[in-house]
């Protein structure tokens, strides 16, 4: 870990309890997202796997709390979550360095976007599912920010076609 850890402000040195509870967390497939946020002047999209249903009525993310796109999911407390193509693998792990920024030009995306039903966020055209959500509560755990959201929505849209992206950690592959 020591090795692999980088200088940049946004990277951050897992504990070895925080490692040891994310291999335990990717035991199984977890689908990969694009996640839409906008608040006033700022917006982002980026890619998300830390995410899932509970047992309970909320939907659970968590996302590193060194993000500037934290600061812009509470204070939106609404983002629509895109289904990412498997064919788009490259794309969303390119779509990575946006975690790193507070804002994004939408007009440099690789893609073509249209407006989420619900709040108009924009969204990938080629979007496999589109479920939206409202931030009911977001606490600091460990490195992470964990926000506990409620679906308001979901849409697949008409021209969703192919498998979804799912990341496997290494071991478990």
């Given at each position: 870990m020591r090795r692999r850890r980088r200088t940049n402000p946004y990277n951050f040195q897992m504990t070895p309890?925080?490692?040891?509870?994310?291999?335990?967390?990717?035991i199984c497939p977890r689908p990969v997202v694009l996640v839409s946020v906008e608040h006033e002047a700022s917006g982002n999209l980026f890619p998300m796997d830390l995410i899932g249903p509970t047992d309970s009525p909320w939907?659970?993310?968590?996302?590193?709390?060194?993000?500037?796109?934290?600061?812009?999911?509470?204070?939106?407390?609404?983002?629509?979550?895109?289904?990412?193509?498997?064919?788009?693998?490259?794309?969303?792990?390119?779509?990575?360095?946006?975690?790193?920024?507070?804002?994004?030009?939408?007009?440099?995306?690789?893609?073509g976007t249209t407006r989420s039903p619900l709040f108009h966020l924009r969204v990938p055209?080629?979007?496999?599912?589109?479920?939206?959500?409202?931030?009911?509560?977001?606490?600091?755990?460990?490195?992470?920010?964990?926000?506990?959201?409620k679906v308001e929505g979901v849409t697949i849209p008409d021209i969703a076609k192919g498998p979804q992206l799912?990341?496997?950690?290494?071991?478990?592959?």
């Open positions: 309890e925080d490692v040891r509870g994310i291999h335990v967390f990717y939907f659970s993310m968590a996302l590193r709390s060194t993000s500037p796109a934290v600061r812009l999911m509470q204070q939106s407390r609404r983002m629509a979550l895109s289904g990412v193509p498997f064919a788009w693998q490259a794309i969303a792990y390119d779509l990575g360095k946006h975690h790193q920024l507070s804002n994004i030009d939408w007009d440099t995306l690789p893609f055209e080629a979007a496999l599912r589109v479920c939206e959500v409202t931030v009911h509560e977001f606490r600091e755990v460990g490195s992470h920010v964990l926000f506990l959201t799912f990341h496997s950690f290494g071991p478990y592959r």
